[in-house]
């Protein structure tokens, strides 16, 4: 008896998360809450990033018999459509196309494979959440921007962005990706040495600094900037006790992500140059970490920087990308991809600041 009242009565964490959700999200979601709920809580759906540095034709077609489709270029045909037809303003422009990934259609459950190593030993794809790539698709890269990648561990993204094809060889550092967390940075390391060839990773400067010191380290140097800040990764939360945020002991840490948040786009604003871009995102439904971050931010910058910082209108990502993803419809500044058990993606915030 005594063993157990040591050991506590402990409730699992992913009960706390669970709960904490169920006051909160009901709240704003209202009446959409319980299908995210139950998204939330059934296996997630993923998509393949292919690696366009390893020779495609044979994953393509493998893919394609499977009934997999690439969900970039569908949707960048379907707006072409709409174009061509008037219906639609031209935003394909604005978003770029190399990047390829495969979904299976909705309501389709069907798991990919673990990627196999071409001859030369890179792996020919990376499994993700495929609403992880429209914070990038975003971002819209160009051949000689200077990106940096805040938070880049362990890499989904920063392998995005490079798949992209904006950035070249040469001894140009382009992309620099940085991490706190010099586990994750290694994590990230060897997601560059299985899917980049030696002289595209030349581009990319990996650091550990933490990224909140970013903005007087290197301050208004970059074209482009993603923050993809840690969160209350309300999926993991959810399913996994392991290193989860709504541990009891962790309380005072989960209260002051929203700060956290804050330092981190604050810094990626500071490091973009004027005119340059910065795409925040998370993978929590948290206004409190998504929206009030972007307008305190952006307030901020105004009052003690002199920065007037743009929030873009991303609704057409809505448009364009409806048939694989679903949107909240609600969401006042940025965009926001909702769990559902026929499109189980997300969720996935992001929003779009330019320098003015
Ligand atoms: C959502 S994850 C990034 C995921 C990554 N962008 C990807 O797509 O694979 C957030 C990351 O922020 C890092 N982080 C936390 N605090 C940080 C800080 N102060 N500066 C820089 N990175 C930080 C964490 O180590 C974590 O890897």
């Given at each position: 008896h005594r063993a157990w009242a040591a050991t506590a009565p402990r409730i699992p964490s992913t009960r706390l998360a669970l709960h904490h959700f169920d006051t909160n999200y009901s709240l704003q979601l209202k009446e959409l809450w319980p299908s995210v709920r139950a998204g939330l809580l059934c296996e997630q759906k993923y998509g393949a990033l292919l690696n366009n540095f390893s020779p495609l034709d044979y994953v393509t077609q493998e893919l394609e018999l499977l009934n997999a489709t690439d969900f970039v270029s569908e949707a960048l045909t379907q707006a072409e459509t709409m174009i061509q037809a008037e219906?639609?303003?031209?935003?394909?422009?604005?978003?770029?196309?190399n990047i390829k990934c495969y979904t299976f259609p909705r309501g389709d459950i069907t798991r990919f494979r673990p990627a196999r190593p071409d001859i030369l030993g890179l792996l020919n794809y990376y499994l993700m959440d495929?609403?992880?790539l429209l914070p990038v698709l975003a971002l819209n890269v160009r051949p000689g921007d200077f990106v940096l990648?805040?938070?880049?561990?362990?890499g989904g993204k920063t392998l995005a962005l490079l798949q992209t094809g904006a950035f070249i060889s040469?001894?140009?550092?382009?992309l620099a990706a940085n991490d706190i967390s010099i586990s994750r940075t290694k994590r990230l390391h060897q997601i560059l040495r299985n899917y980049v060839p030696t002289e595209i990773r030349e581009a990319v400067s990996v650091t550990s600094c933490d990224g909140r010191d970013w903005g007087q380290l290197g301050?208004?140097?970059?074209h482009k900037v993603l923050v993809d800040v840690p969160c209350t990764t309300d999926r993991h939360s959810v399913m996994e006790?392991?290193?989860?945020?709504?541990?009891k002991r962790r309380t005072k840490e989960r209260q002051m992500l929203p700060m956290l948040q804050l330092q981190l786009l604050m810094a990626g604003i500071l490091a973009t140059k004027p005119g340059g871009e910065v795409v925040y995102s998370t993978c929590s439904l948290s206004p409190l970490q998504n929206e009030h971050v972007i307008e305190r931010a952006v307030e901020i910058a105004e009052t003690q920087f002199n920065i007037s910082m743009h929030v873009e209108d991303l609704s057409h990502f809505r448009t364009v990308f409806q048939d694989t993803f679903s949107f909240?419809?609600?969401?006042?500044?940025g965009e926001l991809v909702l769990p559902h058990?026929?499109?189980?993606?997300?969720?996935m915030y992001f929003c779009k600041l330019r320098r003015v």
């Open positions: 219906t639609s303003p031209p935003h394909r422009a604005s978003i770029s196309s495929a609403a992880s990648d805040l938070c880049a561990a362990p040469g001894c140009k550092r382009y301050g208004g140097t970059f006790e392991d290193n989860n945020i709504f541990h909240f419809s609600d969401c006042r500044l058990l026929t499109a189980n993606f997300g969720p």
